[in-house]
């Protein structure tokens, strides 16, 4: 049986080795582009998406902040936007971006779509969470006199934390889905070369390197976020 060299396979994969090492420039940039992007998303996401799903559960029938018409006018809100398909919010978004950091292209333009799509998303997996304690323990704070921050700070989010941690691991793997998406409209990133050098160029060795970079960025975020869930659960 003959055997296939094995730059050879990598040609018949339309993958060329030589032409990935001309590359890697552009992908190194394109890389740290999409870290930037999705890092700027997680913290708007997580320090105004927090607030919001605790409100979302803490204005709940039965609970001590009830307030039926805030929670509908906020829960219709949510949805709303998580209703918009990314790639129409990017467009949609287009002049808040402008006004936001004057300019529609670049990394830091599609942070701001980033994080209007990630708010709403984490915002519902933070009231999942809560939703998942028990509610004796919220009402043996509120008999014992606790003051409603203090049920928010040392039993909501202490018991749920765990969960939340799992959720902001879920928002930074459907960021990055959604940073790739953002190359459509110039957002910079490993989606945006993938479309410039990969699509229009019918590059497939860009297109393999990509994705293969994706793959990998989204499996090694699972496997921490994972870790860190499971230690926080066992504090």
């Not at 793997?173 to 953002?182: E, N, P």
Request: aromatic content about 10%; proline content about 3%; glycine content about 8%.
């Amino acid at each position: 049986m003959r055997v296939v060299p094995h730059m050879w396979r990598c040609y018949a994969l339309g993958f060329d080795i030589y032409h990935f090492i001309e590359l890697l420039p552009d992908i190194n940039k394109a890389f740290f582009q999409t870290i930037y992007m999705i890092a700027i998303a997680l913290s708007v996401s997580t320090l105004i998406g927090l607030p919001i799903g605790v409100l979302l559960y803490i204005t709940d029938k039965g609970l001590f902040w009830e307030n039926t018409i805030f929670r509908n006018i906020l829960g219709f809100t949510v949805n709303m936007v998580r209703s918009v398909p990314f790639i129409i919010l990017l467009v949609a978004l287009i002049p808040l971006t402008n006004f936001l950091v004057k300019t529609t292209i670049g990394p830091t333009a599609a942070s701001v779509s980033l994080s209007v799509a990630a708010i709403p998303f984490f915002a519902r997996i933070v009231e999942t969470s809560l939703r998942e304690i028990d509610k004796g323990v919220i009402e043996a704070a509120i008999a014992s006199g606790a003051t409603p921050w203090m049920i928010i700070k040392d039993v909501l989010l202490l018991e749920a934390r765990s969960g939340i941690i799992s959720g902001i691991t879920l928002t930074l793997i459907s960021l990055v889905g959604f940073s790739a998406m953002a190359g459509v409209v110039g957002g910079g990133g490993i989606g945006d070369l993938a479309i410039r050098f990969g699509y229009y160029r019918y590059d497939n060795t860009i297109m393999i390197a990509t994705v293969a970079i994706l793959v990998i960025l989204v499996q090694l975020i699972q496997l921490f976020g994972d870790i860190i869930a499971k230690v926080v659960n066992k504090k």
